[in-house]
């Protein structure tokens, strides 16, 4: 029954749950154009949210959970940094204008709550769907709600405590590293032998570590199974067929890496989404088909008869909140039209901008369907959304494609630039659309365990969009005049080491880019969605046979990403497979259930500390280098310590593994119980 006498949307939750959306949007904004990956704060939100709020009179498990829901929006719509970039990297952009990023967000992410609305009550009501960090939010809740006499305080500030340690460490690492130059960010060493070349490398990013730490050990695994098939096996069989002439071994295979293998990894990416969904086909259809028979969306006259615990947004407020998202979707295109090509007709603009945002309606809701499932499945964090990203890129590209096909002379004046431009466009609010749906439906899992009700966590979801939207422009520009992109520099005197990969943005330019102009190397990419099959086959059998998984999609990660990023992930992850394999054991011998989810739980939350703390050190950095207008200013030393910090960072490294560790196994209460029940 639902606890009618509690209340759950007030202004003072809102208001801290902008607030925690703010930090989390800049930290994952960060970390996406780092690495290529976000990581989900429900539950960083919640511990927050839990002992901020304790110190107010009246405060509640649904008042936390909404906090916890609105700021949520931070791990999810900062997902379209997978595709704003690209549009600076084709050199459309010349920055970040401020209203077209913050309405392409808001409007693609308030699409998204709206379009898994009516898949609630089938999808987390009545399915069996694991939802994994739902769960685990409702748990912390949960957790924080029932310690009442004094112990909600001791565990709220221990779980704050956790989050400060992990942010500190990391924003020291951060500070050192990218502000005083003190430690070294990577290690990097070649072996040739004639004219082939091996690579072997890894950073020292704290972040780094606990992305790979929230992966697990069966992604890592993966990750590094594809660094090492990039490296030792793709790179020097390409690089043996052709050397280019006046290049090194070196030279060549990063060439070789970064024009060939890449798309090999990205061939390698689309399929293993694809797969994905189509092995998710037949539940969606069955959901989408249930949900259409038994609605829960109810006008304003019949709330009275829906229980608190299952009344969603109304019809009426759905279809005023879609008729107004077209309008601004169908304005924003026409502007970004008018702006990057005034000299096309307005037949022509109205006509493209209806069919750009029809195709995102439509498209859209497919992808909604499929990321809710997806999330429901694997947990948020593991759905493949750069992945539909990419998916979404060549669709929209082909289907514009075809338009000049059919209308040449109509066509014309939009050939080059503009029409990748606006097919990138596009991708970017369905990247939108697909981040937010693969996030609410976990949220309303989690408000479900926990007796919310479900329209107020909708509202308050779109409210975290709005915040969010507002938020990613200025992020992206600071980041963007500070240290640039791979592909697109702002000033050309600037520290290239220091530069942000975006990887998911300069893939999905190139994508673009190479259909219209016919560059594109499918070569490359069928060879990846064959390795691609295979690793599926595999994963397939693993699976079945009970002996563990290989994810197609980290496989492609591995092969797409740096060696510098993949191999961090991967000691991440094997960091977090020896804490569980100490927390299991200890567990056994103890009988201490309790204790060994709090040891978990401190895990994710000294991970999500690491996250946060090296992401907005990063910001503070490219505040400065931004108004100095200088590369290094706060830097104590010259490029001749480059060595000596070189093993600094690497011990470094080594210290935070071992604090990690001990502060998760061995700081951990494991005092033996009678039934386990009690920590």
Not at 213 to 222: R, T
Not at 447 to 464: D, N, S
Not at 639 to 648: E, N, R
């Amino acid at each position: 029954m639902h606890p009618s006498h509690l209340r759950e949307m007030t202004i003072r939750g809102v208001i801290l749950g902008a607030l925690i959306t703010i930090v989390f949007t800049a930290a994952n904004v960060y970390l996406g154009l780092k690495v290529g990956m976000t990581f989900a704060s429900a539950i960083p939100a919640a511990v927050i949210s839990m002992a901020l709020l304790r110190n107010f009179k009246g405060s509640n498990i649904l008042e936390n959970n909404m906090v916890q829901t609105q700021a949520s929006a931070a791990g999810t719509l900062s997902a379209v940094i997978f595709i704003l970039p690209s549009l600076l990297i084709l050199g459309y952009w010349t920055g970040f204008p401020f209203w077209q990023a913050a309405l392409v967000c808001a409007a693609g992410g308030i699409l998204g709550v709206l379009y898994t609305v009516p898949l609630r009550r089938v999808m987390v009501v009545q399915s069996q769907l694991p939802y994994p960090e739902g769960v685990a939010a409702a748990e912390v809740l949960k957790l924080g709600h029932t310690s009442t006499n004094g112990d909600l305080g001791e565990q709220a500030s221990r779980g704050m405590r956790t989050l400060l340690a992990g942010s500190s460490i990391a924003a020291l690492y951060g500070l050192c590293s990218g502000g005083f130059k003190l430690l070294g960010e990577s290690f990097s060493a070649w072996f040739t032998t004639g004219p082939l070349a091996f690579r072997v490398a890894t950073g020292f990013s704290p972040a780094l570590i606990a992305a790979g730490y929230l992966m697990g050990a069966a992604a890592g695994l993966s990750v590094i199974a594809g660094v090492v098939l990039s490296w030792a096996v793709l790179v020097p069989v390409l690089n043996s067929v052709a050397v280019p002439s006046g290049l090194s071994a070196i030279e060549s295979s990063s060439q070789v890496w970064s024009t060939q293998v890449r798309f090999i990894g990205a061939g390698l990416i689309g399929i293993a989404a694809i797969w994905t969904v189509l092995n998710m086909l037949k539940p969606i259809i069955g959901a989408m088909r249930a949900s259409a028979g038994n609605r829960s969306t109810y006008s304003a006259h019949d709330k009275r008869a829906v229980p608190d615990t299952d009344r969603d947004m109304s019809t009426f407020a759905m279809a005023g909140i879609a008729a107004l998202v077209f309008v601004v979707l169908l304005a924003i295109v026409y502007y970004f039209l008018a702006e990057g090509v005034p000299q096309i007709s307005t037949g022509l603009r109205i006509g493209l901008s209806l069919l750009c945002v029809l195709f995102v309606f439509v498209f859209g809701f497919l992808i909604a369907a499929a990321c809710g499932y997806m999330a429901g499945l694997v947990g948020s964090s593991s759905s493949p959304i750069s992945g539909i990203g990419i998916i979404g890129v060549i669709l929209v590209s082909l289907l514009l494609l075809l338009l000049t096909q059919l209308a040449p002379a109509a066509m014309q004046q939009l050939g080059g630039k503009p029409i990748i431009a606006l097919a990138l466009f596009t991708t970017a609010v369905v990247i939108a659309v697909a981040a937010i749906s693969n996030d609410n439906l976990q949220d309303l899992k989690t408000g479900y365990l926990v007796g919310a009700t479900p329209a107020r966590q909708q509202w308050v979801l779109v409210i975290g969009c709005i915040v969010g939207s507002l938020v990613i422009p200025p992020v992206l520009e600071l980041l963007y005049n500070a240290y640039g992109f791979s592909g697109a520099m702002p000033r050309p005197d600037m520290d290239v080491q220091n530069v942000l990969a975006a990887p998911q943005a300069t893939l999905m330019a190139a994508i673009a880019s190479g259909i219209f102009d016919g560059s594109l190397n499918w070569n490359m990419l069928l060879t990846g969605v064959a390795i691609g099959a295979v690793v599926i086959a595999i994963d397939w059998a693993l699976r079945a046979t009970g002996k563990g998984a290989m994810p197609a999609l980290a496989v492609g990660l591995g092969i797409y990403l740096p060696p510098t990023i993949g191999v961090t992930l991967f000691i991440g992850a094997m960091l977090g497979f020896f804490i569980e394999r100490a927390i299991a054991r200890r567990e056994q011998h103890s009988g201490n259930v309790l204790a060994a989810e709090n040891a978990r739980r401190t895990g994710v939350l000294l991970a999500s500390g690491l996250i946060v703390g090296e992401s907005l050190m990063g910001l503070v950095i490219a505040g400065l280098i931004g108004v100095t207008g200088q590369n290094a200013p706060i830097a104590l030393v010259g490029p001749g310590f480059a060595y000596t910090a070189q093993w600094l960072g690497l011990a470094f490294l080594v210290a935070v593994c071992v604090f990690f560790y001990r502060q998760v196994v061995h700081k951990t209460s494991w005092h033996a119980v009678n039934g386990g029940m009690k920590p």
